[in-house]
């Protein structure tokens, strides 16, 4: 059981038959009143995020989410085949579940499968990948303003903005929590 008390980012917890996340928290503490605790809390199986305040002494019990490696193997239509890093059993995981986490996936790729009670609901991939870029504008010499992007497809099929510099071919570092152009790789 963990206390709204005790809240802090990433923690993951049951709620009325749900498993939530706490994306943000903040303790409140009115000049007037008892103090509380306002959360944004996202729901792990659906994504769906939602605020709620708690009163600091309410306690709801623990979840615990089960991050396992995987390596991606190849996808057939509408799933997407996975394989266990120890045991190579292979696991198909259907397109709705996966959702947009796939975007900058590649065959071979080891990424977090995450489960609750044995139930898989998403994947984890790295938090930096490399990929290369396959379509975008040709950069021009002296198109140097400060922060000036352009879009780019990376060899997954998504689409990201890259600064002018990055050409057609080369490699590139992207974060996948946001989507974002890093550095060239």
């Given amino acids: 059981m963990i206390s709204a008390g005790e809240f ?10 749900n498993v939530f996340q706490i994306v943000e928290f903040q303790h409140v503490k009115p000049g007037k009143g008892a103090a509380f605790v306002r959360t944004k809390l996202k729901n792990v199986i659906t994504g769906g995020v939602i605020e709620k305040t708690f009163r600091p002494t309410e306690k709801m019990p623990k979840a615990h989410i089960e991050r396992k490696d995987y390596e ?38 080891v990424v977090k499968v995450m489960s609750y009670k044995g139930s898989v609901f998403g994947i984890e991939p790295p938090t930096f990948v490399e990929l290369v870029v396959t379509e975008t504008e040709p950069g021009f010499k002296g198109d140097t303003s400060t922060g000036a992007t352009k879009p780019a497809v990376v060899e997954t099929g998504a689409q990201i903005n890259v600064p002018l510099f990055i050409d057609q071919g080369e490699v590139i570092r992207i974060d996948t929590r946001t989507g974002e152009y890093m550095e060239r790789a």
């Avoid at 990433?10 to 038959?17: K, Q, S, Y």
């Avoid at 991606?72 to 996966?98: A, R, S």
């Fill in 8 to 17: 802090r980012n990433g923690v993951t917890f049951e709620l009325e038959g």
């Fill in 72 to 109: 991606y193997l190849y996808n057939d239509g509408d799933l997407y085949y996975f394989m266990d890093q120890e045991t190579y059993e292979q696991i198909p995981l259907n397109k709705e579940t996966l959702g947009d986490s796939m975007k900058f996936v590649k065959e071979n790729m």
